[in-house]
C-alpha cells in the first residue's frame, strides 16, 4: 500500500519556543520523529510538505489549488492520500477538495490535531495513525473502501463537505450535524458502507484549478438595517452570497429587505438560503417569510453546510458559469453535500 502524506501546516506541526511559549511550525521530518509508530505499520509512505507550513487560518483557495494538483500530479502513484491541516478551515478545505477533485476514486482523508503532536496528551499521534489507516482500508474487491474526502478526528470520519469545527477546546471537534459519520473509531474501525459516497461514473480524475472569490457570507441578525443589507449587497463585484437565515430559513418580512434581495437577484447576484442552525436545513415553503425569499428568487441550499455553501459557489463561478446555470447546480447535490 502506497500513501503519501501532504503536511500543509496546523498545530499537529507544532513545536513550542521554550523562550516566548508561542507555537510554531517546524519541519515534518521532526513530526514523523515524533509519531515512531507510523514507522510499524506496513505502509510505503512519502510525504511532501507546504513551505512554510500554512496556519489554517491563513489558509486560501490558491492553497486549496496548491493541494488539489499534488493529488493531481501523484494520483496513480499512490493508493490514497492523508492530508495533515489545521482545524479552524479544515472543513472549508475539505469542502473546496471534494468540488475541485472530480470523480475522485481514492481516499483523500484530511486530519489535524487540537494539541501539538510532541505534547504528551497529543491527539495528532491517534489522529495521524488512523488517517492512514483509514487510506489504506480496502473491500474483499481490493477497491478502496473511501472514495472521497473526508475529515478523520477523534472517533470519527466524517463526509468532508458535510463537516463542520463544533469545538475549539474538545479532542472530538468536529461533526457532520446532518449526515452520519463515514465509520466510527474505536477498538477497531467500523464502516458504515451506506453512507460511504460512491460517484455514479468511472471516469478519470479531473481537477479544477480555478475557485472564484467573489462570494461572501451574510448572517442576519435582529435590527439589521436596510442600509447595512443594501451595502453588503452592492459590494463591488460580489457574485455570489450565502445568507445565513433563522430557522428553517426565514428572514424579516419587511417590504424593504425583500425589495432588496429582490433587486441584488435581479442583478445577478446568486443568494443561497442557509440555516443559522446547526442541525436541520432551510424549507423555504414551511413560513411565509421563507416563501418570501423563495419568491425573490433566493436559492435553497437545504441541509447544506455554510462550508460546503461557500466553496460551492466559488467553484461553480470559477467554471465561468452564468448566474442562473450557478443557481441550478446550487439547488443540485454534486458529491454528496447535501440530501
Known sequence: M???????????????????HALHPFDFSHLIDNVPKVKKL??????????PPIDSANM???????????????????????????????AYTASALSFM??????????????????????DGEENLITALQVAAARDRHGEALVQEVAILFENHLWRGNRSTKMSADNFDAFKSNNYPPLAHIGLDIEFDFEALYRSPDRRPLKVHHRMDTAVMIVELNPGMTEFTLQH??????????????????????????????REAVKRGVVIVNVTQCVNGGVKDSLYDTGNSLAGAGVVSGGDITVEAAITKL?????????PDQVRTYMRHCLCGEQS
Open 42 to 51: 506496513a505502509y510505503d509512505i512519502d510525504h511532501i510538505q507546504f513551505s
Open 232 to 261: 453588503l449587497l452592492h459590494t463591488p463585484g460580489i457574485k455570489g452570497i450565502v445568507l445565513k437565515t433563522f430557522g428553517a430559513g426565514n428572514a424579516p418580512s419587511d417590504k424593504w429587505f425583500i425589495t432588496a434581495i
Open 60 to 90: 486560501k483557495p490558491e492553497h486549496w489549488v496548491e493541494i488539489a494538483m499534488a493529488i493531481e500530479h501523484d494520483y496513480n502513484k499512490y493508493d490514497g492520500f492523508v492530508v495533515l491541516h489545521g482545524t479552524d478551515t479544515m
Open 314 to 322: 466559488m467553484y461553480l463561478f470559477g467554471m465561468d458559469m452564468e
Open 101 to 122: 477533485l472530480e470523480n475522485l476514486h481514492k481516499p483523500v482523508i484530511i486530519t489535524g490535531s487540537q494539541l501539538p503532536i510532541g505534547e504528551v496528551r497529543t
Open 2 to 20: 502506497k500513501l503519501l502524506i501532504i503536511y500543509t501546516g496546523g498545530t499537529i506541526g507544532m513545536i513550542e519556543n521554550p523562550e516566548t
